[in-house]
């Protein structure tokens, strides 16, 4: 089955309006999930439990409402879909977490089962350092 640009949107959707695991139920519980980059997030995922916990979770307590994101940008090309995203969240801190994503994610059906995950690492690690403490 091809992947339409429409489904793709359809299922991002779910994070710009906080709907996380709306988005996440068409994530594999077995998802390669790799974080690109030199900051507290980047590693090997290999499994959806594991990404949220160490990722979304951890972002989720240092932003105000939580991990937002919207795409800015969409490439689908068979079974493989390149997002790009902007945060649009705020730093417990008040400062804007401004940061941009590229998602390149292999799906199998209507499910990611591949992610590489591209973003600012300077401004993940900034915004964890600042805020972490007090959340």
Known sequence: MLLSD?????????????????F????????????LGTHPLAGEYHSLADFRGSTF????????EG??????????????AVVELEALSTALNGKPF???????CRF?????VEV??????ALVAQVIEE????S
Do not use: K, M, P
């Open 24 to 35: 996440f139920a068409h994530v594999a519980d077995d998802v390669s999930w790799t974080v």
């Open 57 to 64: 979770a951890r972002l989720d307590r240092v932003l105000r």
């Open 131 to 134: 805020n972490e403490a007090s």
């Open 116 to 121: 590489r995950a591209y973003l600012d690492s």
């Open 6 to 22: 429409d489904q793709v949107r359809q299922l991002f959707v779910h994070l710009e309006t906080g709907q996380s695991d709306a």
């Open 67 to 80: 991990v937002l994101l919207r795409v800015t940008h969409l490439i689908v090309h068979g079974d493989w």
């Open 98 to 104: 401004a940061n941009r994503y590229c998602w390149v």
């Open 108 to 112: 199998a059906g209507e499910t990611i």
